[in-house]
Structures are given as C-alpha cells and as structure tokens.
C-alpha cells in the first residue's frame, strides 16, 4: 500500500510541499521536526535522510497509520 521510498511523495511530504494534517500524534510529532530540518538544511543529502526516516516510520507503523497513508495517497 504505501508509496515506494523513491517515489516523488516522500520529497514532496519532507520539503512542505504536500501537507497534512496527520491524525497519529507520532507523525505530528516527526514531521514537525522533519520540516525544521529540511528548512534549516536543505541539502540532498539531509533531505534523503529525511526521506528515509518518515518512509521507514510508515513501514513500521503501517497498521496504526492507514488513516494517514489513505490521506497521503488520496
């Protein structure tokens, strides 16, 4: 269900360009500090590790987050 990790959505989600309003406190919590890190430093190379982290969170929270994954595909 979820997106590949290269797919542009991970980019789009870590850089402030797509944005909402997730429903886990967890992702709330994680992308607040994701888009302070990619403004503060938006080089490719933090911006993969970016990436990388909220994809592998929604790897391991999948189940709990389907609302938020269903938003993010919608």
Known sequence: MLPTITHPIWKEIVLGKKQFQFRLLAAK???????????????PQNVDKCVNEVYEFFV????IAQNDIKQMLG
């Open 29 to 43: 919590i994680m992308m607040s500090r994701i888009l302070l890190s990619t403004k503060n430093d938006p080089s």
């Open 60 to 63: 391991k929270n999948e189940k």
